[in-house]
């Protein structure tokens, strides 16, 4: 059905080239997902090994795809030569359509790499942050004014070859063609588009990190085992984990700084919950 709801637009007249940048989790996953369906991919990170460690990531994820779908023995290795590594921060966008960033839930990271690659990347590229708890707002604040009206939230979930949404979220300037433009990239890539205003948490993390806090304290407390609130919530609730089980796999410092950030935005002193 997913065929049915295909926006007019072609992605791939507008974006053939994506630059992402982190190798960790989220990028490596976005840059599998990209380069699986056919784009070209630029993956930056501070250093070799990091760029090492998200390459073998991805080959495992693939290789597994490969052997459940009975793909051809070249098929991982077509798709990991879409992907060029790179150590170089500014030469990863020059081509770029469309960047990704997915470095640590920092602000001041988030928005001097932004600041930088807005000096080189050129005029029509899109800026997008995956962002878990600050605002596009907040993260877009040193670019300048017609880049902002190019720059968004593509905010995915992990693991990202698994997930299937992605939330795009855009602010009061966004160019509306540009979210036309997103809602089919999200669809070629094989994922589901959801829209959301700059809010805070957009959607899933607003009632994700709450959740997650709640179950902490209802442990701290000594209310009850982190086993038995896993077991409640699979089997009570239907979820596919636990919330304690979810936290170890989204990983506890990126949990950390997400309740760090989400407890005071920058621009609301209010705290979501
Ligand atoms: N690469 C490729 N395929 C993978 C994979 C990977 N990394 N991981 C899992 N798969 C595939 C498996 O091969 C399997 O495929 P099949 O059903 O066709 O055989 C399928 O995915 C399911 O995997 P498993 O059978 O190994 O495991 P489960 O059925 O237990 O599912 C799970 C694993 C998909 C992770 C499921 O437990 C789940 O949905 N958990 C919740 C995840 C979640 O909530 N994520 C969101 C976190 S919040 C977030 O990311 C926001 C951020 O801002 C913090």
């Not at 974006?15 to 976005?30: D, F, K, N, R």
């Amino acid at each position: 059905h997913l065929r049915g709801n295909r926006p007019e637009t072609d992605p791939k007249a507008a974006i053939s080239h994506v630059a992402i940048y982190g190798a960790g989790i989220m990028g490596s996953g976005i840059a599998q997902v990209a380069a699986q369906s056919g784009y070209q991919v630029a993956l930056w990170d501070v250093t070799q090994a990091d760029l090492d460690r998200g390459i073998q990531a991805i080959r495992k994820s693939l290789t597994r795809f490969a052997r459940k779908t009975n793909q051809p023995a070249d098929w991982v290795q077509s798709i990991v030569s879409r992907i060029s590594p790179t150590t170089d921060q500014l030469a990863a966008c020059f081509s770029a359509d469309l960047v990704i960033e997915a470095v640590v839930e920092n602000l001041s990271i988030k928005q001097n790499l932004f600041s930088r690659l807005d000096t080189v990347a050129k005029a029509s590229c899109v800026f997008a942050t995956n962002t878990s708890s600050l605002l596009i707002a907040d993260v877009s604040a040193k670019l300048s004014d017609e880049r902002k009206r190019r720059t968004v939230a593509l905010h995915f979930f992990n693991p990202v070859a698994v997930m299937k949404l992605v939330e795009i979220a855009y602010m009061d300037g966004t160019d509306p063609e540009l979210l036309t433009l997103l809602k089919a990239w999200v669809l070629d890539i094989g994922k589901v588009p959801v829209l959301c205003r700059d809010t805070p948490g957009f959607i899933v993390n607003r009632l994700l990190v709450p959740y997650n806090i709640e179950a902490r304290q209802l442990v701290e407390r000594g209310d009850a085992t982190i086993e038995d609130v896993d077991t409640a919530m699979k089997l009570g609730a239907g979820y596919p984990m636990g919330p304690f089980e979810l936290m170890d796999m989204t990983g506890l410092d990126t949990g950390y700084h997400i309740m760090k950030a989400s407890s005071v935005s920058p621009t609301s002193t209010r705290i979501w919950w």
